[in-house]
């Protein structure tokens, strides 16, 4: 069983920086595929970014460059730190816990968070 809580969202203007963090407690962290997921308002939720437990990263194509994904397996923590953000960043943002990135890009998850607001206003 893993618990995932998600921080860091708040209010920010365009061009500007957010960090968010998702911190799990329970066994076997370390050996989960974390992911980002963001929802907007009457939208689908939509794949953001993945960490493997290599370390290997997997990003949307609309945050690349601007979106950086990380993980700290001591703290049993995942970092998304968004940059350059801009209004169409808006939504809930919600970390899961997979078994691959090509399953958590199509929304199979074994553990979600509840979610974090992140607004990007114009």
């Known amino acids: 069983q893993v618990q995932l809580v998600e921080s860091g969202g708040g209010l920010v203007q365009a061009g500007g920086s957010l960090g968010l963090s998702c911190e799990a407690s329970?066994?076997?962290?370390?050996?989960?595929?974390i992911a980002w997921f963001r929802q907007a308002p009457g939208k689908e939720r939509e794949f953001v970014a993945a960490v493997s437990d290599t370390l290997y990263r997997d990003y949307q194509d609309s945050v690349k460059g601007r979106f950086t994904i990380s993980r700290d397996n001591a703290k049993k923590t995942v970092y998304l730190q968004m940059n350059s953000l801009k209004p169409e960043d808006t939504g809930t943002y919600s970390c899961?816990?997979?078994?691959?990135?090509?399953?958590?890009?199509?929304?199979?998850?074994?553990?979600w968070g509840q979610g974090t607001q992140v607004t990007v206003s114009s």
């Open positions: 899961a816990a997979g078994a691959t990135v090509f399953g958590l890009r199509r929304g199979s998850a074994a553990y």
């Open positions: 329970g066994r076997s962290f370390g050996t989960y595929v």
